[in-house]
């Protein structure tokens, strides 16, 4: 079955770095496009970043443009997000996703991990 | 950027029907996705593409899009569907994908 397993979530302080991985399982990592999606405490989702199934198109939601970069390693089944300035605002549980389709845009999310928590505060 | 509206809660009785909007500008055009959320868990797929359910949802989740509203319906309600319902969709003049901003159903 597909599995998607966050790690790398803690706390950190404001104007520094982080890194989330998300090690999947059960499918064809490669065939599918991937995302991250947030979820501030006690807030809505939030859709993060997506990354198509090679790697060759990346796509930003505009509060962290510039600031985290998404990519993929294939030969290890595995998504990364790179959170560079973080602010308290990106505090939230940050969740890996699948979309269904390799290319990921107009689309949507048929498999979501179980979340790490990223925690901004000095 | 483009809005999606939801109402903060729906409150139905077990066994009627819950239904749950989302409203955004012309969203007749686009494919609209949900999403339920229980407590402590991470969201699960339940309509895709307005209509569609995916492999194990119960019949009783349907969906329908028209105007600028789409609508998520539970049919013969249970305890079970107590949740919190997401809409999304995509974006296609920012790249962006879209959260609605969330809707608590509670079953009394």
């Known amino acids: 079955q597909v599995q998607l397993v966050e790690s790398g979530g803690g706390v950190v302080q404001p104007g520094t770095s982080l890194r989330l991985s998300c090690a999947a399982s059960g499918f064809t990592f490669s065939r599918f496009g991937l995302h991250w999606v947030r979820q501030a405490p006690g807030k809505g989702l939030e859709w993060v970043a997506l990354?198509?199934?090679?790697?060759?198109?990346?796509y930003y939601a505009d509060s962290v443009k510039g600031r985290f970069s998404i990519s993929r390693d294939n030969s290890k089944d595995t998504l990364y997000l790179e959170m560079n300035s973080l602010r308290p605002e990106d505090t939230a549980l940050y969740y890996c996703?699948?979309?269904?389709?390799?290319?990921?845009?107009?689309?949507?999310?048929?498999?979501w991990g179980q979340g790490a928590l990223v925690t901004v505060s000095s | 950027s483009y809005v999606l509206t939801q109402p903060p809660s729906v409150s139905v009785a077990p066994g009627q029907t819950a239904r749950v909007t989302c409203g955004g500008d012309n969203i007749e055009y686009k494919s609209v996705h949900w999403y339920q959320q229980k407590p402590g868990q991470a969201p699960v797929l339940v309509v895709h593409?307005?209509?569609d359910r995916p492999s194990g949802i119960p019949e009783r989740f349907s969906g329908s899009n028209s105007g600028n509203t789409a609508t998520l319906t539970i049919s013969r309600v249970e305890a079970g569907d107590e949740a919190e319902y997401y809409c999304?969709?995509?974006?296609?003049?920012?790249?962006?994908?879209?959260f609605g901003t969330g809707t608590k159903v509670t079953v009394l």
């Open positions: 990354t198509s199934y090679d790697g060759g198109n990346k």
């Open positions: 593409d307005v209509t």
């Open positions: 996703a699948r979309d269904v389709r390799a290319l990921g845009t107009y689309s949507y999310f048929d498999h």
């Open positions: 999304q969709v995509w974006d296609s003049s920012s790249d962006h994908f879209v």
